[in-house]
């Protein structure tokens, strides 16, 4: 076994999430296969394609965001009582960011916690759903209503997965990235972004394999300050997903990708932020220019028609506070604060002319 | 408020659950009224009825074992998203063990965890269910086999619920309040129901809040050690359920209650103990005799037809080890350990004649 550690995370409760990088997809499957047996697989239909002969334990979603139902999960589970796995047992997540929230879900519950491997092929689902044990389902049409907190034993990686992944899947994981780079303490992510632009998105890598854990480094900083999301610092993770998860889920804006809203989100959260008087105009200025040059759509507006149904989907999102809705906003590099915004605010950052 | 604090148990990452004793059902109410808005209260149809009008966000679960569904699960997490509830929102299980399980793993996995608040109205769920953060749903015909870990911030105790159970209900308590009795690292619990035992069978208020102290502490003891049984301590507190669920579930003993169940099973334990070498005989016997004083169907042997029902249960437990069923034994007061057994023995102290 050929693999690297490229990370550990330390979250309370002696649980440890260790990152181990795979030199391709063989090595990666020689590791799996030491398991034996005792362990499920979880995959969805694009990735079960990925083998010749799947594991005999196993479970394949449909892809796609609609597999995070409480029907998925009953399914896994189900699976998991027929294999007869024990609470030793464990549960093997193979996928993007559904696939291991649905296999992350299942190993949180089944038998009050059995041990998880995740294996993470996007690049959302490295940066964002590998480490930090969120999970979670949709539910009544509200994203991730519904889960828990459940980090993951061991991450493996292979970075020539990320090869195979169309634009648009790849934008939708870029996206959290640049929002880490804002976020961070250092500017080591944003330089990085700045300057191997071409390298990042010609997929060198290399340079994938530096993004990957220059992104990972600044999520491990605030998830192991507030594993659970109870101290005000790992909320701010969050950063431009009040304002994404509400284009997301509204109606009309089916095709836009998960990054793609969060990429927009962002760049309306640090409008926002000048417009309470707390943002730095020049840094917000070079921040939504940096993701412009990735090509996302910042400057897109939503339409006077929309504006109820977003709104809607604003007020049920989980960061709440005496029924108000709150907002991350960024003041400069790495400094982040929740604030409650006035809806009419809102409604005139998606739907006005942007700043920028 | 004239609530009194008969404890307070400590667990990791700053969780704590206070135990509040009541003068009383309207002491009990004005406490919860303090609560206002932003809280989902959850009963069953015989908690219900306590109530001349129910408080306004509400849920309502048919009594009974055959609530503890994810259909129940999801009733729950509907109501508490239609209300509006955010995640510094409070759930309230007010009722027996079912209402408090699907209580605590609804707040579990609501938003990733709201606040919780329970209010056990049996002996069982106050001195089983409400500390310790156990949460469960039963899966595919299997007891407990999906749930969490989530402690109530809060366990509200009026002992004069306990006066209104009826006499199958109560000894379903009574017999965790003997087993704790047994792992107790001091023999107060067992010499107080040595000595009480008319006081308690006759429900006198006073021996009733001493009962629920005493029994309360030695589980507090296991928990604060290993709050999420994966240091080898609290599933010393399964002593007598690996047998009493096997019961539970085969089908002819529907009739049987919880812990008609736990107290056959702790004495099938305490003769397993015997039998490879490990238990004291004279403890044994004595604890033996303490069950049946209080009323237990201890000799009761199951029919040999049963059998094969009985095993296939018990190859489905969540304690297992390389494929092999787990069993808590007794060696004498307060020194359990964990032993895998063969079919051939279970067998044999389940059909055979007892020993005591």
Same mark, same amino acid.
């Given at each position: 076994m050929t693999m690297k550690t490229m990370m550990t995370t330390q979250l309370e409760n002696g649980r440890e999430t260790q990152v181990l990088l795979a030199d391709g997809l063989k090595d990666l499957s020689s590791h799996l296969g030491?398991?034996?047996?005792?362990v499920l697989w979880v995959f969805d239909t694009n990735t079960a394609k990925l083998f010749k002969q799947l594991p005999p334990s196993n479970v394949v979603l449909e892809s796609g965001? @609609?597999? #995070?139902t409480f029907s998925s999960l009953e399914r896994i589970l189900g699976a998991a009582l027929d294999e007869g796995l024990a609470r030793d047992g464990r549960i093997i997540g193979f996928g993007g960011g559904v696939v291991c929230d649905m296999a992350a879900l299942a190993a949180s519950v089944y038998m009050r916690g059995c041990r998880l491997t995740l294996v993470p092929t996007t690049l959302l689902a490295m940066v964002d759903?590998?480490?930090?044990g969120k999970t979670a389902i949709d539910f009544k049409g509200m994203k991730n209503m519904v889960g828990s907190f459940y980090p993951a034993s061991e991450v493996l990686l *292979?970075?020539?997965?990320?090869?195979?992944?169309n634009d648009k899947e790849f934008l939708n994981g870029l996206a959290e990235v640049i929002k880490h780079a804002l976020l961070s303490q250092n500017e080591e992510l944003y330089k990085f972004l700045l300057i191997k632009k071409n390298e990042i998105l010609s997929r060198q890598p290399e340079a994938l394999t530096t993004l990957v854990e220059l992104s990972l480094m600044v999520k491990k900083w605030f998830i192991e300050q507030d594993p659970t999301e109870? #101290?005000?610092?790992?909320?701010?993770?969050?950063?431009?997903h009040t304002f994404g998860h509400a284009l997301e889920s @509204? *109606?009309?804006?089916?095709?836009?990708g998960h990054g793609a809203c969060v990429a927009w989100g962002t760049c309306r959260a640090l409008e926002a932020g000048i417009a309470i008087g707390i943002g730095d105009k020049a840094y917000a200025s070079g921040a939504t220019k940096l993701f412009k040059s990735y090509g996302?759509?910042?400057?897109y507006r939503i339409g006077r028609g929309d504006w109820i149904e977003f709104r809607d989907h604003l007020l049920k999102?989980? #960061?709440?506070?005496d029924g108000k809705v709150l907002f991350v906003l960024l003041? #400069?590099?790495g400094t982040a604060s929740l604030h409650p915004l006035e809806l009419q605010l809102v409604q005139h950052l998606v739907i006005a002319k942007p700043i920028f």
């Amino acid at each position: 076994m050929t693999m690297k550690t490229m990370m550990t995370t330390q979250l309370e409760n002696g649980r440890e999430t260790q990152v181990l990088l795979a030199d391709g997809l063989k090595d990666l499957s020689s590791h799996l296969g030491e398991y034996g047996r005792n362990v499920l697989w979880v995959f969805d239909t694009n990735t079960a394609k990925l083998f010749k002969q799947l594991p005999p334990s196993n479970v394949v979603l449909e892809s796609g965001e @609609s597999s #995070k139902t409480f029907s998925s999960l009953e399914r896994i589970l189900g699976a998991a009582l027929d294999e007869g796995l024990a609470r030793d047992g464990r549960i093997i997540g193979f996928g993007g960011g559904v696939v291991c929230d649905m296999a992350a879900l299942a190993a949180s519950v089944y038998m009050r916690g059995c041990r998880l491997t995740l294996v993470p092929t996007t690049l959302l689902a490295m940066v964002d759903a590998s480490v930090g044990g969120k999970t979670a389902i949709d539910f009544k049409g509200m994203k991730n209503m519904v889960g828990s907190f459940y980090p993951a034993s061991e991450v493996l990686l *292979s970075i020539d997965t990320l090869r195979t992944l169309n634009d648009k899947e790849f934008l939708n994981g870029l996206a959290e990235v640049i929002k880490h780079a804002l976020l961070s303490q250092n500017e080591e992510l944003y330089k990085f972004l700045l300057i191997k632009k071409n390298e990042i998105l010609s997929r060198q890598p290399e340079a994938l394999t530096t993004l990957v854990e220059l992104s990972l480094m600044v999520k491990k900083w605030f998830i192991e300050q507030d594993p659970t999301e109870t #101290k005000g610092i790992r909320q701010f993770l969050n950063l431009g997903h009040t304002f994404g998860h509400a284009l997301e889920s @509204s *109606s009309h804006y089916g095709m836009w990708g998960h990054g793609a809203c969060v990429a927009w989100g962002t760049c309306r959260a640090l409008e926002a932020g000048i417009a309470i008087g707390i943002g730095d105009k020049a840094y917000a200025s070079g921040a939504t220019k940096l993701f412009k040059s990735y090509g996302y759509e910042i400057d897109y507006r939503i339409g006077r028609g929309d504006w109820i149904e977003f709104r809607d989907h604003l007020l049920k999102d989980k #960061k709440k506070a005496d029924g108000k809705v709150l907002f991350v906003l960024l003041e #400069k590099q790495g400094t982040a604060s929740l604030h409650p915004l006035e809806l009419q605010l809102v409604q005139h950052l998606v739907i006005a002319k942007p700043i920028f």
